[in-house]
């Protein structure tokens, strides 16, 4: 039972085009959290979704940043025009429906590491 | 909102116990968590504890919590260069969410 997968592990952006990360949740897991980690910070919650359905963006950027998990294939975050600023980590981690954080923790993939140039 | 604060750096010798504290701010936070990230990886969880209780051991891990100084730790006992790495503090209330520290630095020299 493979775990929660990211892809790419690194990616490379010039200012100004778009980047897009994957996030296939564990088998059985309808949710995906998005987090993103800036350089020497913890991790910040952008965003929580269920198939179709996004439950809580309060921490994504209001302009630019989008997410989306569709029916069949993995959760996409997609950055526009990407700026220097959105250099970090990104990671996801993914739940059965019933799951809570305040169950035992979430699992979280090995992180995409985005990086402006 | 939760704000939750770690320092930043510790060196200890191998063998010798590692002691990483951690504050939160919002006393709802019921439950309380430490992740481990190994340098270019994702993050592990290593131990959990709910707020109703003070101590948890888990094998060399003893996490204290003191819920009236909203302070909690996590002890390394023997520790081991493997256990460098970065170990964040997470805590959640009844959201979904997750509000971690900024990590602390565990350097383990030989």
């Known amino acids: 039972n493979a775990g929660v997968m990211q892809n790419p592990r690194h990616l490379v952006r010039r200012r100004g085009q778009e980047a897009r990360l994957r996030c296939s949740p564990m088998?059985?897991?309808?949710?995906v959290y998005w987090y993103r980690q800036l350089p020497e910070e913890g991790l910040k919650f952008m965003v929580y979704?269920?198939?179709?359905?996004?439950?809580?963006e309060s921490g994504m950027p209001k302009e630019r940043f989008s997410a989306e998990f569709p029916k069949e294939g993995p959760s996409i975050l997609r950055i526009q025009q990407v700026v220097r600023g959105d250099s970090a980590a990104y990671f996801c981690?993914?739940?059965?429906?019933?799951?809570?954080?305040?169950?035992?923790?979430?699992?979280f993939g090995s992180g995409t590491r985005l990086t402006v140039v | 909102g939760e704000d939750v604060e770690q320092s930043l750096f510790l060196s200890v010798r191998e063998g010798d116990s590692s002691v990483i504290n951690c504050t939160y701010t919002?006393?709802?936070?019921?439950?309380l968590y430490w992740y481990k990230q190994e340098p270019g990886a994702g993050l592990q969880l290593l131990t959990y504890i709910f707020s109703n209780m003070d101590m948890k051991q888990d094998q060399r891990l003893t996490v204290l919590l003191n819920k009236k100084d909203k302070h909690l730790s996590l002890r390394i006992a023997d520790t081991q260069t493997g256990d460098s790495a970065i170990y964040f503090c997470?805590?959640?209330?009844?959201?979904?969410?997750?509000?971690f520290g900024s990590g602390t630095q565990l350097t383990v020299l030989p």
């Open positions: 919002d006393s709802s936070s019921t439950y």
């Open positions: 981690a993914s739940s059965p429906p019933l799951y809570r954080a305040s169950d035992y923790g979430y699992t």
């Open positions: 979704l269920q198939k179709e359905n996004i439950i809580d």
């Open positions: 997470a805590a959640a209330g009844s959201a979904r969410q997750l509000t």
């Open positions: 088998k059985g897991h309808s949710h």
